[in-house]
Nanobody, 124 residues
């Protein structure tokens, strides 16, 4: 069973940047979808961006512009570059994957492999 582990979270001031990483402990066999999600207490988990094994990316509409997803297949690592961070970006950030084909969408209900999350806190 592949395990996912996020890192790179922390505290940053508004306007700052962070890069999150998600490392897979094993090989993600194709086809797969993998991506980033976030959640604040008492709110539904929301999708940010996902990427498939071919490198095709899909962003949630509200996340376009300040977030960039990428992957390094040689390192089994997924990244999320975040810029111009705002206090409302404060959340627990998760990476998640599913090993099936089809068009990858940032819908959390479709993903069954989850990391433990990394906290991002943006102060004003």
């Amino acid at each position: 069973q592949v395990q996912l582990a996020e890192s790179g979270g922390g505290s940053v001031q508004a306007g700052g940047s962070l890069r999150l990483s998600c490392t897979a402990s094993g090989y993600l066999s194709s086809p797969y979808c993998i991506g980033w999600f976030r959640q604040v207490p008492d709110k539904e988990r929301e999708g940010i961006a996902v990427i498939d094994d071919d490198g095709t990316t899909t962003y949630a509409e509200s996340m376009k512009g300040r977030f960039t997803i990428s992957q390094d297949n040689g390192k089994n690592t997924l990244y999320l570059q975040m810029s111009s961070l705002k206090p409302e970006d404060t959340a627990m950030y998760f990476c998640a994957a599913h090993l099936s084909g089809g068009y990858c969408l940032p819908k959390y209900s479709e993903y069954n492999l989850w990391g433990q999350g990394t906290q991002v806190t943006v102060s004003s």
